[in-house]
């Protein structure tokens, strides 16, 4: 499973990092910034979850 996060659509809204600081974080600007695209099986949930609250859709597994 991959994480893929569209920055340009990206509103800053943190929702990932508060689901998973071990796959997102923010840059300067507040952009989501993925920190590990391959994502670990113990994080899996984690990555749904945040892709499921996204309030700009930005984030996509594949």
Known sequence: ???EANRDAC???GNCVMTSEALF????????VI???DVPEAEE???REAV???PASVLRLV
């Open 1 to 3: 499973m991959k994480l």
């Open 11 to 13: 509103i800053s809204s």
């Open 25 to 32: 974080d923010q840059d300067d600007d507040g952009v989501v």
């Open 35 to 37: 920190l590990a695209e």
């Open 45 to 47: 949930d984690h990555a």
């Open 52 to 54: 499921d609250i996204c």
